[in-house]
């Protein structure tokens, strides 16, 4: 069984510019969820999806984060434009159901603002 | 907020002594309990779980964890550890209003050869 896909595994990009991440989930998990991890820190998590709808997104920073999962499937965080605090990895995680069942991680993608 | 915390920012043990990663829990109501395992530049591995049931729970790679109700604890364990042991542990605790996992920081561990 495939796992969490993740793309790009590494970004580089110049501050005030846009930036995109795709994650592709384990199939058949309605849940997903997009985490940040800063260096040194546990996970964080950003915005959660069950199916299509975004049910958790109090920890998102609304003003230039956006993420979408269109058709309850994939699912792509953005942001624009990305600031230097930006710089950290980000996971996407997916789960059969949201109560206790595990969520699996995807290999995230590395961002570096410069 | 249901919150854990990993007291030791890194653990040292010898390959083929048992080693133990600790973490305490705080929750209101019955917790649910994870550790996950993360190597350089992968992302966070599923080790076991803890939802209700046996004190003593057995995980992937040969590792267990202990849920410990009156001390608060849910310590990795594994009775011989090998140098491909060695990565970051994360404890994570389910939080009950929004389904997410709460990390804590994260355990070195260095296991020497």
């Known amino acids: 069984e495939a796992g969490v896909v993740q793309s790009p595994r590494y970004k580089i990009i110049e501050k005030k510019q846009p930036v995109a991440f795709w994650c592709n989930p384990i199939s058949g998990h309605n849940t997903l969820y997009w985490y940040l991890q800063n260096l040194g820190q546990g996970p964080e998590l950003l915005i959660r999806?069950?199916?299509?709808?975004?049910?958790?997104d109090s920890q998102l920073p609304k003003d230039r984060f956006s993420a979408e999962r269109l058709k309850g499937v994939d699912s792509t965080l953005k942001i624009q434009p990305a600031e230097l605090g930006d710089s950290a990895v980000y996971l996407c995680?997916?789960?059969?159901?949201?109560?206790?069942?595990?969520?699996?991680f995807g290999p995230g993608t590395r961002l570096t603002v410069l | 907020a249901q919150s854990v915390a990993q007291p030791e920012d890194q653990v040292n043990v010898a390959e083929g002594n048992p080693l133990t990663v600790k973490c305490t829990y705080s929750v209101s109501g019955n917790p649910y309990l994870f550790w996950y395992v993360q190597y350089p530049n992968r992302g966070l591995q599923f080790l076991l779980k803890y939802i209700t049931g046996d004190n003593l729970v057995k995980g992937s790679y040969g590792f267990e964890a202990e849920f410990n109700k009156s001390q608060t604890s849910f310590h990795l364990k594994k009775p011989s550890a090998l140098v491909s042991d060695s990565a970051l542990y994360f404890c994570a605790v389910r939080d009950y209003s929004g389904y997410a996992l709460n990390f804590g920081k994260g355990t070195s561990l260095l296991v020497t050869p």
């Open positions: 999806y069950e199916n299509e709808e975004a049910v958790d």
């Open positions: 995680a997916s789960s059969l159901e949201q109560n206790t069942d595990t969520q699996y």
